[in-house]
DNA sequence: AGCATAAGCGGACTTTACCCCGTTTAATTC
DNA sequence: GAATTAAACGGGGTAAAGTCCGCTTATGCT
């Protein structure tokens, strides 16, 4: 009786995700992720169109699904990895050392990123940097009645360079430039240390 | 050597214009800015569907157009109007004033923003923000390293909460509550009066 | 193994933004 | 006021996301 609960993945599924997974990297390595498309997908994957929007529910769901994994490992770095990082540092230094790992992610990662947000989709990427954000500045000496406001616009702060359409040109697909990451780092960094001082 | 000037509009395009932008405002007061598409449009304003796009370009371009006049206003109000959010007060009080105004401005007219934002389209809402806050911060004591950062994450800061998909659900047609804009707006006060003092 | 059934599958269908291009018309010139 | 011409117009055509629903199949049970 190992699954005594609601019902394993069957296991044509089960392939089939992976092999769409795949496809859509290969495609995405190949054309760029504007190419691909739910039908030229699911022709790739030699698989029909419904089974694709069975499996991911829509275009952005692709994406969402191909950034997961490092979200994962990126989000266990936080949560259990060495300080500043990770617990045990004071508040500041981590929300500083959040916000440069964080924008370093994003920018690893804004091509996915980016395909992931297309259309109206209810879900952000992560709620994680809200809620980090939110429980770091709880421990700062701010006064309570101004942490929500500012929870939301440190999160936009940090996240909305690489989220909103128009600081990244996307048509073509070039990448934030280099100077760009470490612009948003410094400013993050003078952000949150004049902001937590007393 | 005819013409010094480029060619004026044509009688009937600006007519059509004006016409395509009422019942487009029409279209938004009764059914909501997700009804009015292309298609319907055209009907309602019984002009042909190439006419629509031969005018706006794209669907945003409809929203755009309909976000400008009040647009031009609010710029008004910010070169020439009365301090602190017109020109003669401190850079400090300045910015707290834009902040308080954009965001009452974007909170207003949430609806139409967030239509003109749909799709691929290369446009900030407005470039006001963005040179606004670069302008002033220039004026404060900050280091010059750090203003290009600073400026960027001061404008996403303060528009993101209203452009990102994520913190307004989109479905509904929910505009943010009301304690929303109060929030940002301590928030920003906050974050510019610590991010400026010496 | 045989059965029942929930889950998976596929592809036709619908919707909507956007394109194309032959036709019409306003403005200008003589 | 007729001719000219560049712009405006209309609406059918295309592409791509997302939906529907009848068919197929893996799985767990007996």
Redesign the pocket.
């Known amino acids: 009786?190992p699954?005594g609960k609601?019902?394993?993945?069957?296991?044509?599924?089960a392939?089939?995700r992976e092999r769409l997974l795949e496809t859509a990297r290969a495609m995405i390595a190949e054309h760029g992720a504007e190419k691909?498309?739910?039908?030229?997908l699911?022709e790739q994957a030699?698989?029909?169109?419904?089974?694709v929007?069975?499996?991911f529910?829509?275009?952005?769901g692709i994406f969402r699904a191909l950034l997961d994994d490092d979200e994962r490992r990126f989000q266990e770095q936080v949560l259990t990895g060495p300080p500043p990082l990770g617990p045990g540092a004071d508040p500041a230094q981590r929300l500083i050392a959040y916000g440069h790992a964080r924008t370093a992610f994003l920018a690893d990662h804004y091509l996915i990123v980016r395909a992931s947000l297309e259309?109206?989709e209810p879900r952000w990427v992560s709620g994680m940097t809200l809620s980090h954000i939110r429980m770091l500045l709880g421990r700062t000496s701010l006064p309570p009645s101004a942490l929500e406001g500012l929870t939301v616009q440190l999160t936009t702060a940090l996240e909305g360079p690489f989220l909103l359409p128009h600081f990244l040109t996307d048509q073509t697909p070039e990448p934030p430039s280099d100077t760009h990451p470490t612009l948003l780092s410094d400013g993050w960094r003078i952000l949150i240390e004049r902001l937590v001082r007393d």
């Not at 030699?46 to 089974?51: I, M, N, R």
């Not at 529910?57 to 952005?60: C, E, K, P």
């Open positions: 009786m699954f609601p019902r394993p993945e069957r296991a044509d599924a392939r089939n691909v498309t739910m039908d030229a699911a030699g698989l029909g169109k419904g089974t929007f069975r499996r529910g829509t275009r952005a259309r109206r």
